[in-house]
């Protein structure tokens, strides 16, 4: 039986590597992100490579009129989704709280916090009526550790962890997993680029020490995925060997194999 996974924010860093690994592993996938020229070149990859049935929607997670229409606009078998993996969230800017940008507050609010909303309730009628469906949350170490000039970030993100559990409580009684997964310092992602608006030299944030990989990330995703019906993997706070909380990290230097 053909299972179908749903991606947000799928054109890369976390998103798009585990977009790789369950089209890797044979599922049916559908992408999502805002970026169409490259949303749909990677649909296009995906089913080159793994002969894998790849659905792209354009749209942006934090409009829910948007949200609406790209899920109306599915077929009906298209709609059976398995596991709804709610990726979509970003960093915006590094100040202090009584220096913070508005735009920046809103942007992080709209996309982490509302783009999960809106994504989990239009999805969610379908796995309540199936009895069965899976839903898991990118959140953060941002989410457990605040750290400074991460205010507002680690309040979205704490903000997920919250949501992650009520979710967890409200569809427990329709058989319907809730999982959560709270990387730290992640590589191969834009970030850090996105934080500092494409200030590549302030993105310079890993050159001495050596973070988790995307892939790190996608490999948990996909292992929470795949356990048997009755298992529900709560949690994973993950980072890498050289980090140990959002204000503890050994930069003394890379250690890549």
Same mark, same amino acid.
């Given at each position: 039986?053909?299972?179908?996974?749903?991606?947000?924010?799928?054109?890369? #860093?976390?998103?798009?590597?585990?977009? !790789? *690994?369950?089209?890797? *592993?044979?599922? *049916?996938?559908?992408?999502?992100?805002?970026?169409?020229? /490259?949303?749909?070149?990677?649909?296009?990859?995906?089913?080159?490579?793994?002969?894998?049935?790849?659905?792209?929607?354009?749209? $942006?997670?934090?409009?829910?009129?948007?949200?609406?229409? &790209?899920? %109306?606009?599915?077929?009906?078998?298209?709609? +059976?989704?398995?596991?709804? @993996?709610? +990726? &979509?969230?970003?960093?915006?800017?590094? %100040?202090?709280?009584?220096?913070?940008?508005?735009?920046?507050?809103?942007?992080?609010?709209?996309?982490?916090? *509302?783009?999960? =909303?809106?994504?989990?309730?239009?999805?969610?009628?379908?796995?309540?009526?199936?009895?069965?469906?899976?839903?898991?949350?990118?959140?953060?170490?941002?989410?457990?550790?605040?750290?400074? +000039?991460?205010?507002?970030?680690?309040?979205?993100?704490?903000?997920?962890?919250?949501?992650?559990?009520?979710?967890?409580?409200?569809?427990?009684?329709?058989?319907?997993?809730?999982?959560?997964?709270?990387?730290?310092?992640?590589?191969?992602?834009?970030?850090?680029?996105?934080?500092?608006?494409?200030?590549?030299?302030?993105?310079?944030?890993?050159?001495?020490?050596?973070?988790? /990989?995307?892939? $790190?990330?996608?490999?948990?995703?996909?292992?929470?995925?795949?356990?048997?019906?009755?298992? +529900? @993997?709560?949690?994973? =706070?993950?980072?890498?060997?050289? !980090?140990? #909380?959002? %204000?503890?990290?050994?930069?003394?230097?890379?250690?890549?194999?």
């Amino acid at each position: 039986m053909d299972h179908i996974v749903l991606i947000t924010g799928a054109t890369s #860093g976390i998103g798009k590597a585990t977009a !790789q *690994k369950f089209a890797k *592993k044979g599922w *049916k996938l559908i992408i999502t992100g805002r970026r169409k020229e /490259k949303l749909l070149q990677f649909a296009e990859e995906l089913k080159s490579k793994y002969a894998i049935s790849v659905t792209p929607l354009v749209f $942006d997670v934090r409009n829910f009129s948007e949200v609406e229409q &790209a899920w %109306n606009s599915l077929d009906s078998e298209w709609k +059976n989704v398995d596991v709804l @993996i709610n +990726n &979509a969230g970003l960093a915006r800017g590094f %100040n202090p709280i009584h220096e913070g940008s508005i735009d920046d507050w809103n942007e992080m609010i709209d996309t982490n916090l *509302k783009g999960l =909303l809106y994504m989990t309730r239009v999805v969610s009628p379908s796995m309540v009526n199936r009895k069965k469906g899976h839903i898991i949350n990118l959140c953060s170490t941002a989410g457990v550790d605040v750290y400074p +000039n991460g205010n507002v970030y680690s309040a979205t993100k704490f903000g997920v962890d919250a949501l992650t559990k009520s979710m967890r409580i409200d569809l427990l009684k329709h058989n319907v997993r809730v999982s959560q997964v709270s990387p730290g310092h992640v590589e191969e992602t834009e970030f850090a680029l996105v934080r500092f608006r494409g200030d590549k030299e302030r993105s310079k944030i890993y050159e001495d020490f050596t973070p988790l /990989k995307a892939r $790190d990330v996608a490999k948990t995703i996909y292992f929470i995925a795949t356990q048997p019906p009755h298992v +529900n @993997i709560q949690h994973v =706070l993950m980072m890498s060997t050289q !980090q140990a #909380g959002s %204000n503890f990290i050994d930069r003394s230097g890379r250690r890549d194999l």
